[in-house]
T-cell receptor, first 114, second 114 residues
Framework: KNQVEQSPQSLIILEGKNCTLQ??????????LRWYKQDTGRGPVSLTIMTFSENTKSNGRYTATLDADTKQSSLHITASQLSDSASYICVVSAPKAAGNKLTFGGGTRVLVKP | DTAVSQTPKYLVTQMGNDKSIKCEQNLGHDTMYWYKQDSKKFLKIMFSYNNKELIINETVPNRFSPKSPDKAHLNLHINSLELGDSAVYFC?????????????FGPGTRLTVL
């Protein structure tokens, strides 16, 4: 069964600190992996998209890594800000031949405290 | 503003009623989706339409009927609402071939069935 599992479920960090979120997946076939940020009461917004040939991709203070061999990804947040408080969702996409179907993780809720 | 918009944002109704949620995108995309986000925050695909044609229907009760009058709109009609239908429903759109079929999400509609 195709699954995406994220850890931790939630974490609290102090403003200015760094943190790393984990994502393990069993989705096959695989096309790409995405990290989304979802603010409370809003829709998810894409942070990064990586294909199996990409090991790392950055978007400002967000850096995602991908190990397609071990089927693991991480999202690193550097110098956290209060506005980083949100849920971060790992999403794995099947190829176009499989309908580009997305499988979502349950998300990691991040709370940044001053 | 270019975006995916949904109406209404909140919908509270009695069990057994019929309701509709509307979605519009002005991004020029030709594929639109409906997702359901349950209380555990997992997002699950319900339907996908490409150029007004249904391409994904994920084991959704036939009480749910999507309607796509044109490429820019995908509405969701729900008959005989049940308590278990309470959730946040997200509309999304994408253009296959653009940035690995990145999906753009609407702000969500919180449906509460009493």
């Amino acid at each position: 069964k195709n699954q995406v599992e994220q850890s931790p479920q939630s974490l609290i960090i102090l403003e200015g600190k760094n943190c790393t979120l984990q994502c393990n997946y069993t989705v096959s076939p695989f096309s790409n992996l995405r990290w989304y940020k979802q603010d409370t009461g809003r829709g998810p917004v894409s942070l990064t998209i990586m294909t199996f040939s990409e090991n790392t991709k950055s978007n400002g203070r967000y850096t995602a890594t991908l190990d397609a061999d071990t089927k693991q990804s991480s999202l690193h947040i550097t110098a956290s800000q209060l506005s980083d408080s949100a849920s971060y969702i790992c999403v794995v996409s099947a190829p176009k031949a499989a309908g580009n179907k997305l499988t979502f993780g349950g998300g990691t809720r991040v709370l940044v405290k001053p | 503003d270019t975006a995916v918009s949904q109406t209404p944002k909140y919908l509270v109704t009695q069990m057994g009623n019929d309701k509709s949620i509307k979605c519009e995108q002005n991004l020029g995309h030709d594929t639109m989706y409906w997702y359901k986000q349950d209380s555990k925050k997992f997002l699950k695909i319900m339907f996908s339409y490409n150029n007004k044609e249904l391409i994904i229907n994920e084991t959704v009760p036939n009480r749910f009927s999507p309607k796509s009058p044109d490429k820019a709109h995908l509405n969701l009609h729900i008959n005989s609402l049940e308590l278990g239908d309470s959730a946040v429903y997200f509309c999304a759109s994408s253009r296959p071939g653009l940035a690995l079929n990145e999906q753009f999400f609407g702000p969500g509609t919180r449906l509460t069935v009493l």
